[in-house]
Each structure stands twice: as structure tokens, then as C-alpha cells.
T-cell receptor
Framework: AQRVTQPEKLLSVFKGAPVELKCNYSYSGSPELFWYVQYSRQRLQLLLRHISRESIKGFTADLNKGETSFHLKKPFAQEEDSAMYYCALGTNFGNEKLTFGTGTRLTIIP | DAGVIQSPRHEVTEMGQEVTLRCKPI?????LFWYRQTMMRGLELLIYFNNNVPIDDSGMPEDRFSAKMPNASFSTLKIQPSEPRDSAVYFC????????????FGSGTRLTVV
């Protein structure tokens, strides 16, 4: 069965400091990994997906199959990065479901 | 495209009343998902449809919850009778299909049962 673990429920970082949101997954097949962001009282928005290897709003995430991780990183935090971040795991055949982690609430301290 | 559209945005109802939440997926997306978000449990998948057919309803909490998708452009989630513990934000999401695609979420319905 698939599982996504986000070990930190809360994370506070000073403005300008580096950010790393941890995500580990468990899946025996070839995974598809995503990061979603939810700003206060808004919808969840797709931030990035590993397959496209893009950088959105300065965030990047690299899939490490050896460590089964997909950590989200940003070198210099900005106040507008304060939000809830969810890591999600998809499979590539048949099953449409994404398995979401429990989320990490990131607070940027001015 | 206007994205995934949910209505109402807010719903306050009394315990025991029936509640119906509505969702219009993105045109051409063939998968639709209903999620519930609470502080205690985070994001929980309730049910998902593929080509209007319910595929997995194992997350539906109990018989008081039911979901339908009569056509490709409309889905409902009904709670009857509602209870205070059903208070949550209910999100609908749609996907063009396949685990690679990711989801597009609606703005959610904030349900308060008093």
C-alpha cells in the first residue's frame, strides 16, 4: 500500500533562511510525486511535480528513489511562503488516487 | 476554463438536516474526487469517480454520506442527517486521468453543523 509521511506538522523559518519540507513515501512501483500548497483558507494548488522537474516560486524538489524521499526546498524563504504544504504520491497505472501526506504548516518569521 | 466549481462556498445547517454539496469538474477531466479537510485528520479522500462511475468509496465515513455523479459535468455529496462532527471543509477535485496528472481542486465548501 502507498504511504506518504511528512514528519513535521509545523515548521517555522526566518525570512531569508533556507527552507526544507520533508516528504518520504512508501510504494513498490514507480512513483509520481507532487507538492501542493494551500494558502490561508484557499484551495489546494499544485506547486510542482517531479516529472516536470520545474521550479515554481523558487521551490524545487528532487526525487530520491534510494531514500524514497521528495523533499521540498527553497534557498531563501519569503513571507508569502507561509502556507500549508502537502506532499502527494500517485501511481502510473490504473489507480487514479493520489495519496496525501498529513501536511506541514510553514510559517515564515519576518 | 473556470476550474473546478463548488457550491455553496459556505453552509451552516442544524443537526439532523440534509446537506447537499455540489461540484462541477473541469471539462474533459474524467476523474472526480471528494475530500474532507479537518484540523484533526487533515485531508481525507471520501470517494472518487472515473468516467462517472464510483471507483473507491472506502473513505465514506458512514451511511449518512452518499455521492453521485449523474453526468460528466456534475457531482453531488449528500449528508443526511448531518451531525456536528461533519463540520469540515469539503473539497472537490478533478483530474484528466492517470496518477501522473495531478489534481485541480475547487475552492471548497465550508460546512458548519450546529
Amino acid at each position: 500500500a502507498q504511504r506518504v509521511t511528512q514528519p513535521e506538522k509545523l515548521l517555522s523559518v526566518f525570512k531569508g533562511a533556507p527552507v526544507e519540507l520533508k516528504c518520504n513515501y512508501s510504494y513498490s512501483g514507480s512513483p509520481e510525486l507532487f507538492w501542493y500548497v494551500q494558502y490561508s483558507r484557499q484551495r489546494l494548488q499544485l506547486l510542482l511535480r517531479h516529472i516536470s522537474r520545474e521550479s515554481i516560486k523558487g521551490f524545487t524538489a528532487d526525487l530520491n528513489k534510494g531514500e524514497t524521499s521528495f523533499h521540498l526546498k527553497k534557498p531563501f524563504a519569503q513571507e508569502e511562503d507561509s502556507a500549508m504544504y502537502y506532499c502527494a504520491l500517485g501511481t502510473n497505472f490504473g489507480n487514479e488516487k493520489l495519496t496525501f501526506g498529513t501536511g506541514t504548516r510553514l510559517t515564515i518569521i519576518p | 476554463d473556470a476550474g473546478v466549481i463548488q457550491s455553496p462556498r459556505h453552509e451552516v445547517t442544524e443537526m439532523g438536516q440534509e446537506v447537499t454539496l455540489r461540484c462541477k469538474p473541469i471539462s474533459g477531466h474524467n476523474s472526480l474526487f471528494w475530500y474532507r479537510q479537518t484540523m484533526m485528520r487533515g485531508l481525507e479522500l471520501l470517494i472518487y469517480f472515473n468516467n462517472n462511475v464510483p471507483i473507491d468509496d472506502s473513505g465514506m465515513p458512514e451511511d449518512r454520506f452518499s455521492a453521485k455523479m449523474p453526468n460528466a459535468s456534475f457531482s453531488t455529496l449528500k449528508i443526511q442527517p448531518s451531525e456536528p462532527r461533519d463540520s469540515a471543509v469539503y473539497f472537490c477535485a478533478s483530474s484528466p486521468g492517470g496518477g501522473r496528472a495531478g489534481y485541480t481542486f475547487g475552492s471548497g465548501t465550508r460546512l458548519t453543523v450546529v
